[in-house]
């Protein structure tokens, strides 16, 4: 396993398994499939590229040379925000599930997380019924502060989404 930020040269691989996993688990993600199809692939290298003020960095991991899974690590840049960071669309592969990539992936945003000076916490949401998702997350430290209902609509079906945090701070 190798994990690394992604760039311009992933955004190929990357568009695909978002593609997948948009398709795979439309509940687990704000985007939808009709959203992002028709990105181009310059389109989506420009958003793999790290933000130069370090608000934006998305992380993948790769199993033999394939791009397995991935997550965005966000870093608001206004002053009474920067304390907190967010994960987003965190996805790993059915195939590579089970296997230690998501702990594997998981422990590197946190790692990443912890190294941006003056960030003392982590947050993330997660689909409320993503038993195993939440168990990773609770593993590593998240604990749940709350349930947005109805947060997402899909086909006219609600979902609720539970939010996590992490305290990084000492």
Request: with cysteine.
């Amino acid at each position: 396993m190798e994990i690394r930020l992604l760039d311009r040269r992933d955004a190929p691989a990357y568009q695909a398994l978002r593609l997948q996993a948009l398709r795979d688990s439309p509940q687990a993600f704000s985007a939808s499939v009709e959203d992002e199809a028709d990105r181009s692939v310059d389109a989506v290298a420009a958003r793999l590229v790290p933000a130069a003020d370090g608000s934006v960095r998305t992380l993948g991991i790769f199993v033999d040379g394939e791009l397995a899974g991935f997550v965005a690590l966000l870093h608001p840049q206004r002053a009474k925000l920067s304390h907190g960071a967010e994960l987003a669309g965190m996805y790993v592969a059915p195939a590579h599930r089970q296997r230690g990539c998501g702990a594997a992936l998981l422990r590197a945003a946190i790692a990443h997380a912890r190294a941006i000076a003056g960030v003392r916490q982590l947050g993330l949401s997660v689909n409320a019924t993503n038993t195993a998702a939440k168990a990773l997350y609770r593993t590593m430290g998240f604990v749940g502060w709350g349930v947005q209902p109805q947060a997402l609509q899909i086909a006219g079906v609600f979902h609720d989404e539970e939010h996590m945090q992490l305290r990084l701070a000492p």
